[in-house]
């Protein structure tokens, strides 16, 4: 008999930060996640500011949520809220929110806090719609 949902599972970290499912968290002692969230492979999360996924966030592959940037000397922690999704391929800046259930869509650049239940992309993102729900 298939299960509707596999069971979850906690992360196991590397002396690296690299999961068993090929993402990587700089500085984990600031790094919170909550339960169900999805991330995809070769994403990279710089927690030196503090990053928080809440439950049911969806992550594509490729993604870098940073909470420190050398290059403009950005700092600030990354809160991505319950149900969010990010798309392949994008970037968070620090300092920025997700709301809850908003989209991101694929390759953006997100420099700027995404309310609740709203559609965004491009680079830099810009508001598309309102979720449908």
């Keep these: 008999m298939k299960k ?20 990587r968290v700089l500085h984990r002692e ?7 969230v999805e ?9 030196r500011n503090g990053v928080t996924i809440e439950d049911g ?3 594509g592959f490729g993604c870098a949520i940073l909470s420190h940037s050398s290059i403009d000397d950005k700092d600030g922690p990354v809160l991505m809220k319950s149900k969010c999704s990010v798309g392949t391929g994008s ?8 709301g809850e259930g908003a989209v991101v869509g694929a390759n953006s650049f997100v420099d700027r806090n995404i309310p ?4 965004w992309f491009g680079s830099p993102a810009r508001f ?6």
């Design 4 to 23: 509707d949902k596999e069971e979850w599972l906690d992360p196991v970290y590397d002396e690296m930060g690299m999961t068993q499912w090929g993402w």
């Design 39 to 47: 991330i995809g492979s070769f994403t990279a999360i710089d927690a």
């Design 91 to 98: 970037v968070i800046m620090p300092g920025v929110v997700i």
């Design 30 to 36: 600031k790094f919170e996640l909550g339960q169900g």
């Design 116 to 119: 609740s239940g709203e559609v």
């Design 128 to 133: 598309i719609r309102k979720t449908a729900g």
């Design 57 to 59: 966030v969806k992550i």
